[in-house]
């Protein structure tokens, strides 16, 4: 007798870059209306309002949101936190770009961007606790 396979939950797909500045609304926000988002993304227009909303409804679809549907005003709210989404993009581009490389990855990063003495002292206690 052969055991039912169980449901295994797929983390949804990367988010474009349009997904991700919705994203990085609803991180900071909180759960959101469209017109908190879309005020949020700094929208004015009726064409652009449409585009948020339309956005949102793709992203309900691809398991990146979620809504709650009970209240008048639908509510937005993102499936996974901004850690979860970080890591598995960074892993992604490490994969893709620097062949599984986590030296280049990081070598690169400093290279392209000046990191703060903040940052550098961040990286150092990283270093630091690795290594012990």
Same mark, same amino acid.
């Given at each position: 007798?052969?055991?039912?396979?169980?449901?295994?939950?797929?983390?949804?797909?990367?988010?474009?870059?349009?997904?991700?500045?919705?994203?990085?609304?609803?991180?900071?926000?909180?759960?959101?209306?469209?017109?908190?988002?879309?005020?949020?993304?700094?929208?004015?227009?009726?064409?652009?309002?449409?585009?948020?909303?339309?956005?949102?409804?793709?992203?309900?679809?691809?398991?990146?949101?979620?809504?709650?549907?009970?209240?008048?005003?639908?509510?937005?709210?993102? =499936?996974?936190? @901004?850690?979860?989404? *970080?890591? /598995?993009?960074?892993?992604? !581009?490490?994969? #893709?770009?620097? $062949?599984?490389?986590?030296?280049?990855?990081?070598?690169?990063?400093?290279? =392209?961007?000046? @990191?703060?003495?903040? *940052?550098? /002292?961040?990286?150092?206690? !990283?270093?630091? #606790?690795?290594? $012990?």
């Amino acid at each position: 007798m052969t055991q039912p396979k169980k449901a295994t939950r797929r983390a949804p797909p990367a988010p474009t870059d349009g997904e991700l500045r919705i994203l990085q609304v609803l991180w900071a926000h909180g759960p959101s209306t469209v017109r908190d988002v879309h005020d949020a993304l700094g929208g004015d227009s009726a064409g652009v309002y449409t585009t948020t909303l339309k956005l949102l409804q793709l992203m309900v679809d691809k398991g990146l949101v979620t809504v709650d549907k009970a209240s008048r005003q639908h509510i937005f709210a993102a =499936v996974q936190s @901004a850690a979860i989404t *970080e890591r /598995q993009m960074t892993q992604s !581009l490490m994969h #893709k770009v620097f $062949r599984g490389s986590t030296s280049a990855l990081v070598l690169r990063a400093l290279e =392209v961007e000046r @990191a703060s003495p903040e *940052e550098l /002292q961040q990286i150092r206690e !990283l270093l630091d #606790k690795l290594e $012990r």
